[in-house]
């Protein structure tokens, strides 16, 4: 009767443990696929993946070198995406649910919330339109890192519905506007710790990401960046909320 | 009465050759006043001649520096322009009108006509909207003066009345354009001769000059060109009216 127990038991066990290890099997091996592949994106990868969609890298974008001071550096990245990336992958570099359905590859999109990660002390935005969570959500996190974010965006299109303003706002991150609704802040650029441009027709929303046909220039050489530093502090300046009240009354 | 005569010719003819004289220094006056000075905008110049308009040009423009591909070219223009460029002076290099109302300095947007007027043998032309006849004209001169010229723009902004594609397709300018009207062709840039990129937020309107604040940036650094380029290709076949005719009945 014990015998019978034992074998019992063994088999039990040794089913359980042959269960546990193919499950383990299983997490590794989609823990591994959806891991974004450091070497897998070259000129042109997905140009065929979507007929209507495209990423253009000039070169293989290394994560090191992003960010960097200490050489040019000139990237473009090229809109649409095919489609949209995992917040998982953005966050963490890996995506470890066997299913999920998005994307987990370098896209467009991946490669710029990585440069926005890469600020050490200063962000300035400026950008006509900030409306899609996963780029306002590099804003809120650079300033709760402590690092110095402003941000100056259109009068009107902050007051919209789908604005991450209003988020900015409530965080503390000090943000300014022009008050006429007759011309447009129309720029779409930022500057990370004075010395990374991002530059482009980009508007920050989620169709310019998975639908439009948008560009952004990443620079870092100085003579590019600069002139964008100085208008920042142009505008910085101008909508100066003492300055814009000084305008409206003149006494 | 031969000498009273002769004092009286000699007057008036006194009187008339001093008032010619005048007649001929105010019109070299003005000449002069109406001509850009090529030394007198640096960085900064008109940032306070309007308080809410700025002009930034990280270094004195060189027309001579212009469109050369010998050594590198980075620059930037900052709109709004303080107000309208006069026409004579982008087209002549100088207006001989004394009571021309109209801007004679360096503005961005003279920048802008100066930088286009360099292709010689290519432009390739990637823009959501071109609404200002001014920068519409340098683009059918460019084609009637022999060189290449292609156009991209959006389907739906290249029908609006002000819109100067219907100009370019009677100039006999090929044009394509995306059919769907879900997503946007929302690039901005437009490349000289295979090497350099002119490209920004800036929308190709009369409203973007004299009004928005926008940006555009020049290069003529290949790492930053080519992914501009490869994409201008890509929508240039995409945008093929045969491929999109094949897309709507794949039969």
Chains 1, 2 share one sequence.
């Not at 019978?4 to 590794?28: D, M, N, Q």
């Not at 706002?169 to 779409?188: C, D, Q, W, Y």
């Not at 920050?204 to 439009?212: L, Y």
Request: with cysteine.
């Amino acid at each position: 009767m014990t015998d019978k127990i034992r074998i019992f038991t063994y088999a039990v066990g040794a089913t359980l443990f042959s269960e546990l290890l193919y499950i383990l099997w299983l997490r590794f091996k989609h823990r591994h696929m959806n891991t974004v592949n450091k070497t897998d994106i070259q000129l042109g990868t997905d140009r065929n993946s979507r007929s209507n969609t495209s990423i253009i890298l000039n070169v293989d974008f290394n994560d090191q070198e992003v960010g960097s001071s200490y050489k040019p550096m000139n990237k473009v990245l090229i809109f649409p995406d095919p489609g949209i990336t995992c917040k998982r992958l953005i966050l963490n570099g890996r995506c470890a649910y066997s299913n999920c359905q998005f994307l987990h590859k370098k896209t467009s999109l991946y490669y710029l919330t990585k440069m926005l990660s890469t600020a050490k002390t200063k962000m300035d935005v400026c950008v006509y339109m900030m409306m899609y969570s996963v780029l306002g959500d590099r804003i809120v996190d650079a300033h709760k890192k402590g690092i110095v974010v402003r941000v100056i965006t259109d009068g009107q299109m902050g007051d919209v519905p789908s604005s991450q303003i209003g988020r900015f706002r409530e965080a503390g991150i000090p943000v300014r506007s022009n008050s006429t609704t007759t011309f447009l802040m129309h720029h779409k650029f930022i500057i990370i710790d004075n010395e990374t441009l991002i530059n482009g027709s980009f508007n920050w929303t989620k169709q310019a990401v998975t639908g439009n046909y948008e560009n952004i220039l990443i620079t870092n050489q100085k003579e590019l960046v600069e002139p964008y530093s100085a208008e920042f502090q142009h505008l910085w300046q101008l909508y100066d909320p003492v300055q814009l009240e000084k305008k409206k009354d003149p006494q």
